[in-house]
């Protein structure tokens, strides 16, 4: 659920609406056949700027199409540090990176 606030001015809130129209317009391309369905820019979102300069680009689509799916974000574009967590995975598997309780003590 997407809940903005009275601290969001009107230009995040477009800007929040056109990513959501773009997402439904990429949603009507994978059901189109425009884009496959196993490999299109929704299923293999987030694009780090890493994966798209050093990895061999091996998608149907273009760079271009999974860094700046809209215009308006070639400014103050905000790149994911990583790529999509698994996060049934992390839930599984999890590591405490937090100080043992000894450091704790006194």
Known sequence: MIEPTESEDLAELDRFV????????EIQAVADGTFDAEDNPLKNAPHTADALVTEDWKHAYTREQAAYPLPSLREG??????????????????VCSCPPPEAFED
């Open 18 to 25: 056109d990513a959501m129209v773009e997402i439904r317009r």
């Open 77 to 94: 574009k905000y790149w994911p540090p990583v790529r999509r967590i698994d996060q049934a995975y992390g839930d599984r598997n999890l």
